[in-house]
């Protein structure tokens, strides 16, 4: 075995072991009552994310790379998530949890062994060859447990119910934050979007392709809850110049008046995994869908960025006139430089992680909140969709925005400049917030 194979198969054993650490975290913090009961027709019970994850693995890792006869065909129908939708998953006969849990054992020691003895770079066919190249189907087995993960928090979010999460949470902003500059320049030029390199980055991440963009001011860092208490003080969500048509028309039938889990005390309070509290003034917003993001830029005489200017403000160095892989660089993320993989229950301060700031200064562009874009889902220039259409291709088009950057729920191996998310303008219920922009002056560029 080579010491590329070895350190290859150690990096896959341990992203696969994070990822199912954190759904044991996520589904035994409550009781079976709670796993099988739908908290939101948004959500799927967790005891679908439980047993659905396991079904994937299943799919990808011991059939199609393994080459094993599926353990128990008559669930796949199931657990796929096209067959049926959320809301009418509670009605399924779904596997009990003893049963989803005792399924995902099996399957992931199975995985393991495979792992063992597997060559990477050579299958039995054309695609088996290409999904082990770089550990590939590993790596999209790893990041698709924990985005479920992701999903299940949010689930947890929307429960009813005494806390039954915790953690520590983020620290105070660091000196220079209250110091920061408002915005920051990005210059006008051409940067490479995308890529073509990066081994387990999924298909609408690809491939690598050159954007001209004109030089643009980006907000330094997301916006805060005390900003966005402002555009509430001032009437925004009851002046329909400040919408799109789409979304007054939500906003009036939705009843929107504030972030999604705030309520007015006499002072705004949120409530986070159970626990209410007033909100804290330099944390960045969180629970806003596109529709009150593009509307409080307007209000703030501003705009959402485009894709493409959030990906070369978070990704492009003019000195070495290279993409990153993050802002800060090409290293993975640690603690000091984002705010990931559930380490807390809540964005940090405005202004924190300094050292995971990118070249044009901006903080904050992975981890913490999703950010929303302007931007529509649609493919790259010479997309392929690989290995099913159903991961993107079926989701391109105007119905869905992207947002960009994750947030503190977000794995690290889910996360990087160049990843991709998208969702309904409508949907609150995601860890989503936004930052601005405006256009450089012409002579700026």
Not at 340 to 350: E, I, S
Not at 432 to 440: D, E, S, Y
Request: glycine letters at 8%; hydrophobic letters at 40%; proline letters at 10%.
């Amino acid at each position: 075995m080579t010491e590329h194979t070895q350190a290859l198969r150690g990096r896959i054993a341990a992203e696969l072991l994070a990822a199912r650490d954190r759904t044991t975290l996520l589904t035994t913090a409550v009781d079976d009552a709670d796993l099988v009961r739908q908290h939101s027709p948004l959500m799927s019970p967790l005891v679908w994310d439980l047993a659905h994850v396991a079904n994937q693995e299943e799919l990808w890792l011991l059939r199609e790379v393994g080459g094993r006869t599926p353990m128990h065909p008559e669930i796949d129908p199931l657990y796929n998530a096209f067959e049926h939708p959320r809301a009418e998953r509670p009605t399924l006969p779904l596997l009990p949890p003893h049963e989803a849990r005792g399924y995902g054992h099996e399957v992931r020691g199975r995985v393991l062994d495979l792992l063992d003895r597997v060559r990477f770079g050579s299958a039995r066919d054309g695609n088996g060859e290409r999904l082990l190249a770089d550990g590939f189907a590993f790596g999209m087995i790893a990041q698709h447990e924990v985005q479920h993960d992701e999903t299940m928090l949010a689930t947890h979010q929307l429960r009813i119910g005494p806390p039954v999460l915790s953690a520590p949470a983020p620290g105070p902003a660091p000196a220079d934050a209250a110091a920061l500059p408002a915005e920051v320049f990005v210059p006008g030029g051409p940067f490479t979007m995308g890529t073509s390199a990066e081994p387990w980055a999924l298909d609408n991440e690809r491939p690598a392709h050159v954007v001209d963009v004109p030089g643009f001011y980006l907000d330094t860092t997301p916006v805060t809850n005390a900003a966005y208490a402002q555009f509430i003080a001032d009437g925004g969500y009851d002046d329909p110049r400040l919408w799109t048509a789409g979304g007054w028309a939500h906003r009036q039938r939705a009843g929107l008046a504030a972030p999604l889990f705030w309520r007015w005390e006499g002072e705004w309070v949120r409530v986070s995994f159970g626990v209410p509290a007033p909100i804290i003034p330099n944390e960045p917003v969180l629970h806003v869908c596109w529709y009150e993001a593009d509307a409080y830029a307007r209000w703030a005489g501003r705009r959402l960025p485009a894709e493409a200017e959030w990906e070369k403000a978070a990704r492009y160095d003019p000195v070495t006139g290279r993409s990153r892989r993050y802002p800060w660089g090409d290293d993975d993320p640690t603690p000091s430089l984002a705010n990931l993989g559930q380490r807390h229950l809540r964005p940090a301060p405005a202004g924190s992680y300094p050292a995971g700031a990118a070249p044009c200064g901006a903080r904050q562009l992975i981890g913490d909140v999703w950010e929303w874009t302007s931007s529509d889902f649609l493919p790259y220039p010479g997309f392929t969709a690989w290995p099913y259409k159903e991961y993107s291709q079926v989701f391109f088009g105007p119905e869905y925005k992207v947002l960009r950057g994750g947030a503190f729920g977000v794995s690290p191996v889910a996360c990087r400049g160049t990843f991709r998310n998208w969702d309904y303008p409508i949907r609150r219920q995601i860890f989503a917030g936004f930052r601005t922009a405006r256009p450089a002056p012409e002579a700026a560029r």
